[in-house]
């Protein structure tokens, strides 16, 4: 059984695909790459942001930090399942994630300023530092289902597959299901390559092949400009009236 991992410094880079590139890409990967432990499964979360929204406009204008906060669940948590309260930074290029685990009820607990049993002490300061800090409240529900793969020599090389990346704004509750609306066209696959350094020759050589290019997206964020900011202006211009 692996270690819950619950700090990551790494570079990330992600990719738009669609199922064709997929479905020929993948065999060629699957030489150098196996799917991970967990195999296949759907990550649900919910993103955190202010009422106007603070946290992803500053985002998507690409300033050189960046920072978000959401609750993370591998599957729809019931009972005891564990949950991951999470922040996720950005700076000159590398992603920082710092993340605490609990059962829900504790998760839920911890976002109210208690502090988790037998967890990291400086995680949990600067999660509740970052609540402090931020007005902050579930905005949007995430969910997709994922294939996750890594090197066979280099552990620290992982590629996921993120499909039917579905979102919502209502029923704020990680147990309340995985369904939304989709975010992208129905063959529309994300795939990021996770790594710790520079990228192998063969995976250079690979991408080049299949003629593969890194595109600056956001599932968030995507949600936001397509979605949300129209909403959002309607919403303001019929509460004014």
Known sequence: MSKTQYTFKRYEKKYLLTRAQYETFLPRLRERMEIDEFGEHTICNLYFDTDTYDLIRVSIEKPPYKEKFRLRSYGVPAGNNSVFA???????????????????????????????????????????????????????????????????????????????????????????????????????????????????????????EFSIYPTSFSKYGTCYRRYLSKKIVTERKLQLC
């Open 86 to 208: 999470e922040i996720k930074k950005k700076f000159d290029g590398i992603v920082y994630k710092r993340r605490v685990k609990g059962e829900f009820g504790e998760i839920q607990r911890f976002l109210s300023g208690d502090h988790l049993p037998l967890e990291d002490e400086q995680i949990q300061r600067e999660i509740h530092w970052f609540l402090h800090r931020y007005p902050l409240a579930p905005k949007v529900f995430i969910g997709y289902d994922r294939a996750a793969f890594v090197d066979k020599n280099d552990p620290e090389l992982r590629i996921t597959f993120d499909q039917n990346i579905r979102w919502r704004r209502d029923r704020m509750d990680l147990r309340a299901g995985a369904d939304g609306s989709p975010v992208l066209p129905e063959d529309g696959i994300v795939m990021e390559i996770k790594l710790s350094q520079a990228a192998p020759l063969w995976l250079v050589s690979l991408l080049s």
